[in-house]
């Protein structure tokens, strides 16, 4: 039975699931958060067809991402809750990347040359890659003997032809510097529009669909015959739609005049655009559930708020129905997608010209499948798709190590 190991190493934390790959189940996961910091936490849970058998948190200080994946490692291997009966059992383990540029457009097997590489376009996303980089590392020296993996959040949106990725300025800044659209959220996008052309028995070579992943972080794609033909985000996770506490897409000039007239530095305008802005610049919060209940309430900053988010959300939808032509589907996923009713309504407001028509009751209700939500008099079909990213990750580590 395969085994892959899914790390998803962020700055401070590390987000793991260990999958059987012939089931397709999690038999463990956890998050290890707070390294570095004087009081660290490890939680870690332990699955068996499907059902939670164990869980346990260990609160200490976990100085650096070699301490947490030890932790990891040793929770995994302990001989009465461990997951794993030896380490020879993990085959693989599969690593999220952010940023692949255009060197990664599918899975890789890392070595040296692919670890040089992946330092070399670091700077295209400083505040993901280099932790992503410290997670493989570690994970060579706790893993030794199974098969490390990169996963690259960009490369589902490789697909995206010339005219939609480059930027219109000189073409030097793509040619000398690699300044164009990447795109983010791959592993999302592409899982979930496989998972609803399997649900609606659609081959994914004639599917046009388009995804709407509405988290913390959000984006929007076009899948042009199951693959991805135009993006939200751009060079950075940044651009597009309003998100938790990015921006999405603002006028170029605005940085330009908070540099020249209000006197901020790049550093400042960065943290301002990256992690002040979106639903907290405009709420004070990022949390869309409080949003939501204040929305509820009536507070003048809640309504703004929403009404900005849905409405830009619902631009991206138009613009990409005219630039699929035919479209199959419209899917909403991640944390806001998935079960956030009231946002689903509004993007799909007014928007039966377009053949989206809502189902109001079957919206309201909850469910964890894939589930059907439009009117059958709807041209379009709407879904409500869960994400896995991680087990997109390790089925793709699985497809490379079997040579598809």
């Known amino acids: 039975m395969a ?19 012939d089931r397709q189940e999690v038999e463990a996961s956890g998050l290890v958060e707070r390294i570095g910091e004087p009081r660290g936490r490890v939680n870690y849970r332990k699955f ?54 255009e060197l990664f457009s599918e899975p890789v097997l890392i070595t040296d040359e692919i670890l040089a590489k992946l330092r070399e376009i670091s700077f295209l996303a400083p505040l993901h890659n280099p932790a992503n980089l410290k997670g493989i590392e570690v994970s060579k020296r706790v893993f030794p003997k199974a098969y490390q993996i990169a996963v690259f959040d960009t490369a589902f949106h490789q697909t995206l032809p010339d005219y939609a990725y480059r930027f219109p300025i000189p073409g030097k800044f793509y040619s000398e510097h ?45 899948i042009k015959g199951g693959k991805s033909v135009d993006v939200s985000m751009g060079l950075t996770p940044l651009g597009g739609l309003i998100m938790g506490t990015r921006s999405g897409d603002i006028d170029p000039s605005l940085c330009l005049f908070m540099a020249d007239h209000l006197g901020m530095t790049t550093s400042e305008i960065d943290k301002t655009l990256n992690k002040e802005s979106g639903l907290k610049g405009l709420t004070g919060d990022n949390d869309l559930r409080n949003i939501l209940a204040a929305y509820e309430n009536g507070v003048e900053d809640a309504r703004l708020a929403i009404e900005m988010y849905t409405y830009r959300i619902k631009k991206y939808v138009g613009a990409y129905i005219a630039a699929l032509g035919r479209v199959d589907a419209l899917i909403f996923t991640a944390g806001v997608g998935e079960n956030s009713a009231l946002i689903r309504r509004l993007v799909c407001q007014e928007m039966e010209v377009l053949g989206l028509s809502l189902d109001h009751e079957q919206n309201d209700l909850r469910s964890a499948g894939i589930r059907l939500i439009n009117k059958p008099s709807g041209s379009v079909k709407i879904l409500v798709v869960p994400t896995n990213e991680e087990l997109e990750i390790a089925t793709q580590s699985m497809a490379l190590l079997n040579g598809n």
């Open 3 to 21: 085994k892959i190991l899914v790390l998803n190493a962020g700055s401070s934390s590390i987000k793991f699931q260990l999958f059987e790959m």
């Open 48 to 101: 068996q067809n499907g059902q939670e058998q164990y869980e346990t948190t260990i609160e200490e200080a976990i100085t650096d991402h070699q301490q947490g994946l030890n932790a990891i490692g040793q929770l995994l291997l302990d001989q009465e809750n461990g997951a794993l009966k030896n380490a020879g059992e993990l085959q693989a383990v599969g690593h999220r990347v952010v940023h692949g540029a």
């Open 178 to 222: 690699g300044l164009r659209v990447y795109g983010f959220h791959g592993t999302s996008h592409a899982f979930v529009s496989r998972a609803a052309a399997d649900h609606l028995r659609k081959p994914l070579s004639e599917f046009n669909a388009i995804t709407l992943h509405l988290g913390n972080g959000c984006s929007a794609a076009a």
